[in-house]
T-cell receptor, first 113, second 110 residues
Framework: NAGVTQTPKFQVLKTGQSMTLQCAQD?????MYWYRQDPGMGLRLIYY???????DKGEVPNGYNVSRLNKREFSLRLESAAPSQTSVYFC????????????FGDGTRLSIL | KNEVEQSPQNLTAQEGEFITINCSYS?????LHWLQQHPGGGIVSLFM???GKKKHGRLIATINIQEKHSSLHITASHPRDSAVYIC????????????FGTGTRLTIIP
């Protein structure tokens, strides 16, 4: 059972380049989330999707776009990468609506030079 | 916005010691989560609770809603317990936009 799968695991970009982080879950969850984790700070929500076809901004959405392609997949796009977006990105999923724990992917370590 | 404070930030203990990690939050919540982040980076949910106490193996989580405080206890600690423990709170059932603490880094020395 794969759970939540994120690709790639590592990526180095130059300032101004674009890229898409991929996330897929096989637990038939409705809700999916994108977080970033920076040193000394807690995980912060970038965007979330309560169900297929819906997305909403989280705490730090600027510079990012998302697509909920289908129930399984939720991608995060950086259109023009900036050094401030250097971070570790986590995707998560959970059942909705219900008060259940979130399941996390292994993370993508992204460096912007 | 809910503020989540964890203490201590870092904790080093000898194998076998009883461990307590604390979490305080500022506003009412629907549920509190304890998560474990391994040295390799993966994050695993340990507990989700809205009242009382939960136990899983050597781990115990408690919450006091009136005092807005939760504790995570580890009995008979082991080096494999070394990890970052993260507290997170959610305020809306069915819309779990969580607010996370900065984590407690636990190191258990053999």
């Amino acid at each position: 059972n794969a759970g939540v799968t994120q690709t790639p695991k590592f990526q180095v970009l130059k300032t101004g380049q674009s890229m898409t982080l991929q996330c897929a879950q096989d637990m038939n969850h409705n809700s999916m989330y994108w977080y970033r984790q920076d040193p000394g700070m807690g995980l912060r929500l970038i965007y979330y999707s309560a169900s297929e076809g819906t997305t909403d901004k989280g705490e730090v959405p600027n510079g990012y776009n998302v697509s909920r392609l289908n129930k399984r997949e939720f991608s995060l796009r950086l259109e023009s990468a900036a050094p401030s977006q250097t971070s570790v990105y986590f995707c998560a999923s959970s059942e909705f609506p219900s008060n259940q724990p979130q399941h996390f992917g292994d993370g993508t370590r992204l460096s912007i030079l | 916005k809910n503020e989540v404070e964890q203490s201590p930030q870092n904790l080093t203990a000898q194998e076998g010691e009883f461990i307590t990690i604390n979490c305080s939050y500022s506003v009412g919540i629907s549920a509190l989560h304890w998560l474990q982040q391994h040295p390799g980076g993966g994050i695993v949910s340990l507990f989700m609770l809205s009242s009382g106490k939960k136990k899983h193996g050597r781990l115990i989580a408690t919450i006091n809603i009136q005092e807005k405080h939760s504790s995570l206890h580890i009995t008979a600690s082991h080096p494999r317990d070394s990890a970052v423990y993260i507290c997170a709170v959610g305020v809306n059932f069915g819309n779990e936009k969580l607010t996370f603490g900065t984590g407690t880094r636990l190191t258990i020395i053999p």
